[in-house]
T-cell receptor, first 117, second 108 residues
């Protein structure tokens, strides 16, 4: 079974530029998560999709971050314009619908390491 | 106070040593996860526990629900075990709550 795919793996941009990340979840997983992980910290949830609808985006900085999952499969996360503090690893994860899964196992992609100069 | 805490924050061991990483949490949970993150960034799930103990190869994970504590043990550690180990909890389908991670370096 193929895992969660992400691209690019690495990205270096200058502040105020724009960047987009792509994620393809495991086939059949209705729920998709984007996390931001700053060096030395645990992942922080940015947004959770259930199919193509947003379940939780309370920690997404909406003035500069946006995400979509138009057909309920692939997702893109965009930052526009980027700031220095956005340097982090951006992780995508997917799972079966957690409403029907007691233990909620998430499967993570390899992450995209973003450096903002 | 963070809902999930880990200790130690950093750990350096010699190859072959027995390693223990601890996790404590303050919220109700239905499952606790131990995750491994290598320098490239990707995260791999090692264990998902709701009670007792699980073993996989040289890795052992235990959980004490009453004390809200879990431990991850690595026997006969090897340099390839060098990674960040993250404890995360979830409660009946709610989102993960992650600990800050423990950075392990195993020296040859």
């Amino acid at each position: 079974e193929a895992g969660v795919a992400q691209s690019p793996r690495y990205k270096i941009i200058e502040k105020r530029q724009s960047v987009a990340f792509w994620c393809n979840p495991i086939s059949g997983h209705a729920t998709l998560y984007w996390y931001q992980q700053i060096l030395g910290q645990g992942p922080k949830l940015l947004i959770q999709f259930q199919n193509n609808g947003v379940v939780d985006d309370s920690q997404l900085p909406k003035d500069r971050f946006s995400a979509e999952r138009l057909k309920g499969v692939d997702s893109t996360l965009k930052i526009q314009p980027a700031k220095l503090e956005d340097s982090a690893v951006y992780l995508c994860a997917s799972s079966l619908d957690p409403r029907y899964t007691v233990r909620n196992e998430q499967f993570f992609g390899p992450g995209t390491r973003l450096t903002v100069l | 106070k963070n809902e999930v805490e880990q200790s130690p924050q950093n750990l350096t061991a010699q190859e072959g040593e027995f390693i223990t990483i601890n996790c404590s949490y303050s919220v109700g949970i239905s499952a606790l996860h131990w995750l491994q993150q290598h320098p490239g960034g990707g995260i791999v799930s090692l264990f998902m526990l709701s009670s007792g103990k699980k073993k996989h190869g040289r890795l052992i994970a235990t959980i004490n629900i009453q004390e809200k504590h879990s431990s991850l043990h690595i026997t006969a550690s090897h340099p390839r075990d060098s990674a960040v180990y993250i404890c995360a909890v979830t409660n009946y389908g709610q989102n993960f709550v992650f600990g800050p991670g423990t950075r392990l370096s195993v020296l040859p």
